[in-house]
């Protein structure tokens, strides 16, 4: 069992839609979580980062962690094409260790 | 890209040469990565340095081996280039304490 898993997609919504995405992980030790936004033949691009159980919003972006579950998740709200990328969920346990990434998520938001 | 050049950003080249690739920073940050991504792997660490010459091995470092002398540039190098190395290389850098990586634009490289 890989120690971060996502559904790989690709995920295909209308314009105007809410996207969920979502990560599962093993490692109950993770505390800190992050969504990176990946265009193609570009680095990833941090969205939210957030530190233990709770919710943060940015904008359209909400970044959601349930730590009981090992769960997280990232809601698009009102979606546009230029959302269309790959989104990656990352993780680690202390800020200073290795960050361990999901495999990716690719996500179409049809006009 | 947070202050991040990664060079070359293409690259071709034939088994059993060796590759280096440079990653260089305009942050000052201490912590910088190598990351290869792979179509159904995602990311994999492959070797981290926490400072001027402290470097660390990650998940796939078998044949790759990585250098910084200097805090705004860290090196990877293949001695012996494999196809299997066909990818594309992700330089990070994190500034430590309470916060995020940040990446570079990638290195593509093709071993034939």
């Known amino acids: 069992q890989k120690e971060v898993e996502q559904d790989p997609g690709p995920l295909s919504v209308p314009e105007g839609a809410i996207v969920s995405l979502n990560c599962t992980y093993s ?9 990176y936004r990946q265009y193609s033949r570009k680095g ?7 530190y233990s159980s709770g919710n943060k919003e940015d904008g359209r972006f909400t970044a959601q962690v349930d730590k009981s ?8 709200r009102d979606s546009q094409p230029s959302d269309s990328a790959t989104y990656l969920c990352a993780m680690t346990q202390t800020s200073y260790d ?12 049809i006009p | 890209d947070a202050g991040i050049t990664q060079s070359p950003r293409h690259k071709v080249t034939e088994t059993g040469t060796p ?3 440079r990653c260089h920073q ?24 926490y400072g001027v010459k402290d470097t660390d091995k990650g998940e796939v470092s ?3 081996s ?3 002398s200097k805090t705004e540039d860290f090196l990877l190098t293949l001695e012996s280039a494999t196809s299997s190395q066909t990818s594309v290389y992700f330089c990070a850098i994190r500034q430590g304490g309470d916060s995020p990586l940040h990446f570079g634009n990638g290195t593509r490289l093709t071993v034939t």
């Open chain 2, 62 to 64: 078998d044949g790759y």
């Open chain 2, 26 to 49: 305009t942050e000052n940050h201490r912590y910088m990565y190598w990351y290869r991504q792979d179509p159904g792997h995602g990311l994999r660490l492959i070797h981290y340095s």
């Open chain 2, 66 to 68: 990585v250098s910084r």
């Open chain 1, 44 to 50: 990833p691009e941090l969205l939210m980062y957030t």
């Open chain 1, 27 to 35: 490692n109950s030790a993770f505390q800190y979580f992050m969504w």
């Open chain 2, 19 to 21: 590759v280096t690739l």
């Open chain 1, 69 to 76: 579950s090992k769960y997280i998740s990232l809601f698009i």
């Open chain 1, 98 to 109: 290795k960050v361990i990434f999901g495999p990716g998520t690719s996500l179409s938001v």
